[in-house]
């Protein structure tokens, strides 16, 4: 199992950045798939971003295509999730989650681990 703790999260107002942080433990981090999720105050946890294990290869929903950019450090086991241009509707809880295979692919992850989430929100 893996242990994921998010940071970075805070108050920001409309065309501000944040950038967030998960820095995993556990298991062999750079085998694993990983993404970023989001949770808007009254609707259903969503997919924002996810990378391959050598980041290679990264995934966007629509929403924030062109504004946000997910990375990995490999050495630091560690994701990252670089917001720009941030709007209202972006606020959320933001989490960090594991796939729950490895090499699996950055379009259909399933995660096995999640961490505890950190609210980003954007005042208009």
């Known amino acids: 199992q893996v242990q994921l703790v998010e940071s970075g999260g805070g108050l920001v107002q409309a065309g501000g950045s944040l950038r967030l942080s998960c820095a995993a433990s556990?298991?062999?981090?750079?085998?694993?798939?990983m993404g970023w999720f989001r949770q808007p105050p009254g609707k259903e946890r969503e997919i924002v971003a996810t990378?391959?294990?050598?980041?290679?290869?990264?995934y966007y929903s629509n929403s924030v295509k062109g504004r946000f950019t997910i990375s990995r450090d490999n050495a630091k086991n560690t994701v990252y999730l670089q917001m720009n241009n941030l709007k209202p509707e972006d606020t959320a809880v933001y989490y960090c989650?594991?796939?729950?295979?490895?090499?699996?692919?950055?379009?259909?992850?399933?995660?096995?681990?999640w961490g505890q989430g950190t609210q980003v929100t954007v005042s208009s």
């Open positions: 990378i391959t294990w050598g980041g290679g290869t990264t």
């Open positions: 556990g298991r062999t981090f750079s085998s694993y798939t």
């Open positions: 989650a594991a796939d729950s295979r490895q090499y699996g692919s950055p379009y259909s992850l399933s995660a096995g681990s």
